[in-house]
């Protein structure tokens, strides 16, 4: 198949993750391209199927993100496509944050009118040594309301690269048979 997957990131995570699906789906024997929602990223039409994935920042996934698929909306509802979300809630033991993020993610696409075949919520990571002091800050009281470690001097990755590889996968598997 003929892929393209698109990105939207602040820190760099969903860039990271979007590239590992890349790499999976080009070891599957796919075409793969591969973009930044900021830098003016290929319309769908040229492609056989499309993963679209942006982070979420106070409950928001990147604005560039948004405006591609409504953009797009047209095209991305004919094609197989996925959308997955990163964030740092599905870290959380608390089920209340898990729905939380999915909340978002539902919200997100009903407003923007896609509707992908596959959705899934990837952990992000905790950038504390990239983050300006009020980030820092903020990031530090979310991560000790929610238990996670507040020791600032390291970054922490908490996405499951299994998870990753496996989303990639099945979607190229449920692709094919809806194409
Ligand atoms: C300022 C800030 C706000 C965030 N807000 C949320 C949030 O509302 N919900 C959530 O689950 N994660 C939140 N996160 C965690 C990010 O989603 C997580 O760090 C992710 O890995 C960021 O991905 P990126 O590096 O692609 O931007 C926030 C992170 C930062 C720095």
């Not at 939207?8 to 929602?37: C, F, N, P, S, W």
């Not at 409504?70 to 509802?77: F, G, I, M, P, W």
């Not at 905790?126 to 800050?137: G, N, P």
């Not at 989303?167 to 094919?176: M, P, Q, W, Y």
Request: with cysteine; proline share 3%.
């Amino acid at each position: 198949m003929k892929l393209l997957v698109i990105y939207g990131t602040t820190e760099g995570q969903a860039r990271k993750i979007a590239r590992y699906m890349e790499d999976v789906l080009q070891d599957a024997g796919h075409k793969v391209a591969i973009a930044d929602a900021t830098e003016e990223p290929p319309s769908p039409e040229d492609y056989d199927g499309i993963l679209i994935g942006g982070s979420i920042h106070m409950h928001q996934y990147q604005s560039a993100v948004a405006h591609y698929i409504t953009r797009h909306v047209a095209a991305l509802n004919k094609i197989p496509g996925a959308f997955f979300s990163v964030c740092l809630a599905v870290a959380s033991d608390m089920d209340e944050e898990h729905r939380e993020a999915q909340k978002i993610t539902n919200d997100f696409l009903e407003r923007t009118g896609w509707k992908p075949l596959m959705t899934t919520q990837i952990a992000g990571a905790l950038k504390y040594t990239q983050y300006d002091f009020f980030k820092r800050l903020i990031m530090k009281m979310i991560s000790k309301k929610e238990g996670r470690t507040t020791d600032t001097s390291k970054d922490y990755e908490f996405t499951d690269w299994d998870q990753v590889k496996q989303f990639a996968s099945e979607f190229v598997n449920k692709g094919s048979q809806a194409s």
